[in-house]
């Protein structure tokens, strides 16, 4: 993947400025980004420990990074014992391709609300176990 990193614009003020160098976030991930209503069997987030993954972790951004520099994780991979800048990981982050992990994004309570999730995704991967978690308009009313 090529490296691509966008320093200069980075606000969501509508659409307005579309700008074709940014290619937004990575639908095939946005769509597990959200956080799930029921705790998941098999996963531990390695910032709060709760059961979710750490992708859909309820934290605000500000919040998962405030606790993520306080355990010493790494802020890409959120492992311990090394700096992002000593990190082997390719992850990028699924909201703004940048070198973090999702759960710390700042863009994460943009994308986490319905209103900005792009259509283009596809339908949201736990959405359909709890309409009313979500904010927005609901398309699952039956
Ligand atoms: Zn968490
Ligand atoms: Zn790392
Ligand atoms: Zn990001």
């Known amino acids: 993947m090529n490296e691509f990193r966008d320093n200069g614009n980075s ?8 700008n074709n160098r940014k ?24 910032t709060c420990n ?12 500000w919040e998962f990074r405030r606790m993520a520099k306080d355990k010493n994780l790494c802020e890409l991979c959120l492992n311990e014992g090394h700096s992002v800048q000593q990190c082997n990981s390719t992850f990028r982050c699924g909201y703004c391709r940048d070198r973090h992990h999702m759960g710390g994004c700042k863009e994460k309570e943009y994308y986490r609300d319905v209103n900005n999730y792009p259509a283009s995704a596809g339908p949201i991967v736990g959405q359909e176990l709890e309409e009313t978690f979500f904010r927005g308009p609901s398309q699952y009313h039956h």
């Open 50 to 61: 709760g059961p979710h993954h750490s992708i859909r972790c309820p934290l605000p951004s």
């Open 23 to 46: 290619e937004g976030p990575m639908n095939k991930v946005l769509r597990f980004s959200f956080p799930f209503i029921g705790p998941e069997q098999r996963n531990t987030c390695k």
């Open 11 to 18: 606000g969501h003020n509508g659409n307005q400025n579309k």
